[in-house]
């Protein structure tokens, strides 16, 4: 069955690095673009970056632009999100997300997140 499995998070101070990893299984990985999008405490879903399925074009949101990188290895059916210089508005849980779509079609999953605490 379809499984994406983030790790990778934890409790780092700010300033700190983090590295995210999200493994893919049960559908052909490298058809998906792949999303990083987060949930920080009492507030709503907000995307974070994205790669598209051949890995050569990413984007960023703002508040993320120039402090993380998003990458993917589809011999390894994983994606990455490097996170450096953390910030307290940073913590949320990230989830990974899997996409692929076209006109009268539409592949979406989801995985069950993995916690980011940025704290001193």
């Known amino acids: 069955q379809v499984q994406l499995v983030e790790s990778g998070g934890g409790l780092v101070q700010p300033g700190g690095s983090l590295r995210l990893s999200c493994a893919a299984s049960g559908f052909t990985f490298s058809n998906y673009a792949m999303s990083w999008v987060r949930q920080a405490p009492g507030k709503g879903l907000e995307w974070v970056s994205g790669i598209n399925s051949g890995g050569d074009s990413t984007s960023y949101a703002d508040s993320v632009k120039g402090r993380f990188t998003i990458s993917r290895d589809n011999a390894k059916n994983t994606v990455y999100l490097q996170m450096n210089g953390l910030k307290p508005e940073d913590t949320a849980v990230y989830y990974c997300?899997?996409?692929?779509?076209?006109?009268?079609?539409?592949?979406?999953?989801w995985g069950q997140g993995t916690q980011v605490t940025v704290s001193s």
């Open positions: 997300n899997a996409l692929y779509m076209g006109d009268d079609y539409r592949y979406d999953y």
